[in-house]
């Protein structure tokens, strides 16, 4: 069975100081080539490649590179509703979190994901997701039952072969969510820093303190009609896939 080799952020080309800013940050975890930025694996045979890309696209959508089969996620609300979050926070500018970044020594993209509003169940596009892609990526349902779907960096032998070692440092992760807080698609970064947690909170002032997660959900103002977010932890040794251990999703699941 062919496997996931690639996953593409297409962002629209509408606002080139933010799309600049945004490549430029994530070109610390990774390769920047023009409007383009690749991802650094934790180790390079490990799929799915996940690339960011500023281009002639009209709204955000995510391209999943199956062989012979892509498929397009438009990051957009499908609900025919309108739901503000419950959660107080306050958009800042592109430029103010550059310039409060610069203080800091980033570490680790742990993942990169996307949250699709749904408010009956979960998202048609993401059970089309799990359909498609059970079987041919590192596809794990989050064990505690929440709909964060996550995608494991995993060799393709690994993949084909259920053999994943879940010791091993797997970043950057994929995460896939259906979720009910807002009407708002939102592109979360999740990453580390050399910052103390209680640091963090007060650099970050406009965001979403998680206390048990021990990050800080930073919203950026952006033209691309969704949610950008960076999600900030201080940084932790070691890795969490292990925490996923007997909730892969195989292809039969969904048969």
Not at 8 to 31: K, Q
Not at 133 to 145: K, V
Not at 160 to 177: A, F, M, S, Y
Not at 219 to 240: K, L, R, S, T
Request: aromatic fraction near 10%; proline fraction near 5%; charged fraction near 30%.
């Amino acid at each position: 069975m062919d496997v996931l080799q690639q996953v593409t952020f297409h962002l629209p080309n509408n606002d080139r100081h933010f799309g600049d800013a945004l490549l430029s940050l994530l070109a610390a975890f990774g390769d920047r080539n023009g409007d383009r930025v690749d991802l650094r694996k934790s180790d390079p045979t490990f799929l799915p490649n996940i690339c960011f890309v500023l281009d002639g696209v009209t709204r955000p959508t995510v391209e999943f590179d199956i062989p012979d089969h892509p498929i397009e996620i438009a990051l957009e609300n499908k609900t025919g509703q309108e739901r503000k979050s419950r959660e107080v926070y306050r958009h800042i500018d592109v430029e103010d979190f550059v310039g409060r970044m610069s203080h800091l020594e980033t570490v680790r993209l742990d993942h990169v994901g996307f949250d699709l509003p749904w408010f009956d169940g979960v998202h048609p596009d993401i059970l089309m997701l799990r359909r498609e892609l059970g079987g041919r990526s590192a596809y794990y349902r989050f064990p505690t039952g929440e709909e964060w779907d996550f995608i494991l960096p995993a060799s393709p032998d690994e993949i084909r072969n259920n053999t994943l070692d879940l010791g091993k440092d797997r970043h950057p992760k994929l995460e896939i969510v259906s979720f009910e807080k807002s009407s708002t698609p939102l592109i979360q970064l999740d990453f580390s820093v050399r910052e103390t947690f209680e640091a963090l909170v007060s650099s970050f002032p406009e965001g979403i303190v998680d206390r048990g997660a021990k990050n800080v959900w930073v919203y950026v103002a952006n033209a691309y009609g969704i949610d950008v977010c960076f999600v900030i932890g201080e940084h932790q040794d070691g890795d969490w896939s292990g925490f996923f251990d007997g909730h892969r999703l195989r292809a039969s699941d969904n048969e």
